[in-house]
């Protein structure tokens, strides 16, 4: 039995998410899931894999250095990923937009019936789950022979890149599928923690009244370095983009302290 | 071009749920059922692709209980053409509903399949991508737009970081997210006339495919309680709680 993970980086580092995941895989290495591999595909992905490599747990770091997997096309990667699969027991990802794009893919390709956004390591092939948008926990069994899973990075320690030194190897796959192109993305950089790694939300309402006034919230959030979200009708007023919302169906975040005070926002769970 | 949607009925999102106290599962039984809010999306944009000329033909797929006819009809009432049933008593893994849908885009000769990102029920959000990936056509998944154009689609996808846009070769599957479009009412007239729409019954046998659930679902329980906010009277309060209470400062 082994771990194969499938990273999701940037600027040649691993994102938060993760590190999440190779918590999670170091949960299950510990009951006898055994070693851990992170695969990193992209382009020019060295760096990353570079850093992977230095994170205690990981045992072997597979970098595929390839045009076709730069823009995380899930046609692409989920071909990579298949071509790898039969040496494990394990295929991890984060359930970041990243990793639930390309791992279903490569679950149906493997005949493998995933199990998405776990929250708990039971034991090898056990998992509990959100379900009903966390109104539920189901606790499953997985028996298929390559157990596909993504990981809700909320609810694993994040491992840190530390003294790990495992071994790098470069590997190719089928590379381009020739069924999609990647045509472009409107990004909103933002120094602040992403809504779903972070470990403290400040969220705005209908009650900040204007796009403008969520400048404020941004201040406090700097101080606090803290991710700065918003409720679902914030954003159908337009006050911020929709990457704001912080209770967005399948979004999972889990933050130490949520901050409703004077910007009233809605604190229950919305499943759409 | 024929457009294949499918649709699945789950507990109506404005139910709260419950889980059953032996913890076999939630609780089904008299409790208000609709079709999946992310469905409901993907009808709307068929049917505005039917009335745009692009779509020559839409086609409402679901795969459930008898009951599932009902989620069917009501596709139907939002303008869909016809619908297929797949019979199904238990709940049907993404997996397999995806093998289902390959069988009948296949034999239906679709060009595009159209599905909800995710059910609001198992939050699975899986079928799409399989879907796609046993057929072997491209997918955009989590679609806030769609533009289709002879042999390609352009599909602007909701990313973690905003959008990205992808250019997709047809057929192709899509997976539908919240800002997509927003789904009409049926009107009186069409729920009348949606009556009168053929809707076929196909079992998963005839389609060649064994739904028999490969995860094994051993408890349902109730998340741990949250505990709730608290008002604050002035700000060095606020600040007390902040540093001591959740040790954010």
Redesign the interface.
């Known amino acids: 039995m082994a771990i194969l993970i499938l990273a999701e980086h940037a600027d040649g580092h691993l994102s938060p998410a993760t590190l999440a995941t190779i918590g999670a895989a170091r949960a299950l290495s510990e009951k006898g899931a055994g070693d851990i591999a992170v695969l990193v595909a992209g382009s020019d992905c060295a760096a990353a894999g570079g850093e992977a490599a230095t994170v205690p747990g990981v045992n072997k770091v597979l970098v595929a250095d390839d045009a076709a997997y730069g823009n995380g096309l899930a046609e692409n990667v989920a071909g990579l990923i298949v071509a790898l699969a039969p040496g494990y027991s394990h295929v991890l990802a984060p359930a970041t937009t990243y990793g639930k794009n390309i791992c279903p893919r490569a679950a149906a390709l493997l005949d493998s019936q995933q199990v998405s956004e776990i929250t708990d390591v039971v034991d090898s092939e056990t998992f509990v789950r959100p379900i009903y948008a966390g109104n539920a926990l189901a606790t499953v069994r997985c028996k298929d022979a390559i157990k596909v899973i993504t990981v809700r990075a909320t609810a694993f320690e994040k491992a840190a890149p530390g003294d790990g030194g495992a071994a790098i190897e470069s590997v190719s796959g089928p590379g381009d599928a020739g069924l999609s192109t990647h045509a472009g993305a409107e990004l909103s950089h933002s120094e602040r923690p992403e809504l779903t790694a972070a470990r403290v939300i400040i969220s705005g309402g209908r009650g900040m009244q204007s796009g403008d006034n969520f400048k404020q919230l941004e201040e406090i959030a700097d101080i606090l370095g803290a991710a700065v979200g918003a409720s679902r009708a914030a954003v159908d007023a337009g006050f911020v983009p929709n990457d704001f919302r912080s209770a967005r169906p399948a979004r999972s975040s889990r933050p130490s302290f949520t901050s409703l005070w004077a910007f009233p926002a809605r604190s229950s769970i919305s499943r759409a | 071009m024929k457009v294949l949607v499918a649709v699945k009925r789950v ?1 109506d ?1 404005n139910v ?2 419950r ?1 059953r106290q032996d913890g076999s599962g ?1 609780e089904t039984a008299n409790v208000k059922m609709a079709m999946n ?2 469905c409901e999306i993907a009808v709307e944009e068929a049917v505005r692709l039917k009335e745009a000329g692009t779509a020559s033909e839409t086609i409402v797929v679901s795969a459930g209980p008898q009951a599932a006819q009902e989620t069917i009809r009501t596709a139907l009432a939002m303008g869909a053409d016809r619908g297929i049933h797949i019979p199904a008593d238990g709940p049907v ?3 397999a509903v ?1 093998k289902l849908l390959r069988t009948v885009a296949e034999k239906e000769g679709a060009g595009l399949v159209l599905l909800g ?2 059910a ?15 057929l072997g ?6 679609a806030s737009k769609i533009e289709i154009s002879g042999e390609s689609a ?1 599909v602007t ?13 047809m057929p ?1 599957v899509v997976t539908t997210d ?2 997509l479009n927003e789904p009409r009412y049926a009107s009186l007239p069409n729920i009348m006339k949606a009556k009168k729409k053929p809707i076929d019954t196909i079992t998963a046998e005839e389609l060649g495919v064994d739904v028999t ?11 741990p309680v949250r505990g709730g ?1 608290a ?2 009277e002035n700000a060095a309060e ?1 600040v007390d709680k ?1 540093k001591n209470q ?4």
Do not use: H, Y
């Open positions: 507990i999102a709260k749920v889980v939630v809010p992310f893994e993404p997996l995806a990102k995710q609001i029920d198992d939050d699975c959000n899986q079928t799409g991508q399989m879907l796609a990936a046993l056509w491209s997918q955009g998944t989590f352009r996808r909701e990313i973690d970081g905003g959008l990205e846009t992808v250019e997709l070769k192709c919240l800002r659930p490969r995860l094994e679902v051993l408890n349902v329980a109730e998340p906010g008002k604050v606020l902040l959740a040790g954010v400062i």
